[in-house]
């Protein structure tokens, strides 16, 4: 937990801005949005000029949290130097450059205040006023908070994107980033209006055959490295190509890694750009794959954490492993501890 000033100077941020521009990660996500559509809504509520601009388009699935179809994608709808200064610019669910391609000259070079409200660790100098908090499920937590703090009503629109957001960072409610007060959360914004059958419909049960089919093949590719410890997931260019998929089809493809039973961290490696590999690392709890994201100049969580890097899948794929085979036999020891009463 962040102490309780910390959401006051956040408050005081948006108090004083009559423009807001408000935007998020690469690749966005259902927190990344669903913490952007509700804090433009309270504020739009409150009269402010806003605009949600977003780095590069999200999937088609999350287009029902734009209601008045007002989002911005950079690039396509708008160049992002072009935008003219706002009072302050507000990131959500991302704190490092690295996640905000193409919008450094709205948050570096504009001279507005920048207010970034995240839960990664994984942190650059980019804000003037940090709202961060890694022990936060997702995002939506801390806007949550924001929006009660400032006395907003929590309405069935507002709530439906702070559930997207919950839900869509906690994996449905099966990650363990899940906790009492997590479920609570879900109770209240169900109690809001939040349908989760609705939503999960919406997210979940509307999925191309394309995204399907490039599952099929990159679950295909599933083995186990370092002793059956970790499973590792290949995907490449050509079976984006062969089945006609899109680069956000493989969100949470990560996770069938850590079905396999034994498993302690799972490793995805996409072939991004020619010559660049995209990594992916989720893990149980007591395992950092953060750590080793960071080395390769990524980041995240200690569970679920990611890196781009130079080579061909194989090269990626040693190095990757080379860096997890020592995080690997440190949680072996920790386990093996036994606790101090
Ligand atoms: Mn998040």
Known sequence: MIPDHAYQTALDCFRRA??????????????????????????????????????????????????GGRLEVAG????????????????????????????????????????????????????????????AAATVVLVHRLLVRAGAIIDADTATDLFVGLAGDTDWFRLPN?????????????????????IHARLNLSDSLSKLRLWGL???????????????????????????AEPGDTENLINVCLQVRGALAGVMLVEADPGEVRVSLRSVPGVNVLQVAERFGGGG??????????????????????????????????SQTPEIA
């Not at 193409?102 to 839960?119: K, R, T, W, Y």
């Open 18 to 67: 009559e423009s807001v521009v408000l935007t998020t990660h690469v690749k966005p996500d259902a927190d990344g949005l669903g913490s952007a559509f509700a804090l433009a809504r309270w504020l739009r509520a409150a009269g402010k000029a806003v605009r949600l601009v977003v780095p590069t388009a999200p999937p088609e699935k999350y287009a029902f949290l734009d209601r």
């Open 76 to 135: 396509r709808d708008v160049e992002v130097p072009a935008i003219p200064q706002p009072d302050l610019v507000a990131i959500v669910d991302t704190c490092t450059w690295q996640q905000l391609e193409g919008m450094e000259p709205l948050v570096a070079e504009s001279g507005a205040e920048v207010l970034v409200i995240d839960h990664h660790r994984t942190r650059d100098a980019l804000a003037t006023v940090e709202l961060i908090d890694p022990d």
């Open 178 to 198: 899940v906790e009492a007060d997590t479920l609570r959360l879900a109770g209240d914004l169900a109690e809001a209006g939040a349908s989760p059958w609705d």
């Open 218 to 244: 990159a679950v295909a590719t599933l083995r186990p490295a370092l002793d059956g410890r970790v499973t590792v997931l290949h995907v490449t260019r050509e079976m984006f190509r062969d089945v006609g």
């Open 301 to 334: 969580h200690m569970r679920a954490a990611g890196a781009r890097l130079e080579g061909t899948l194989r090269e990626v794929e040693a190095r990757v492993l080379d860096a997890l085979g020592p995080v690997l036999a440190d949680a072996v020891t920790a």
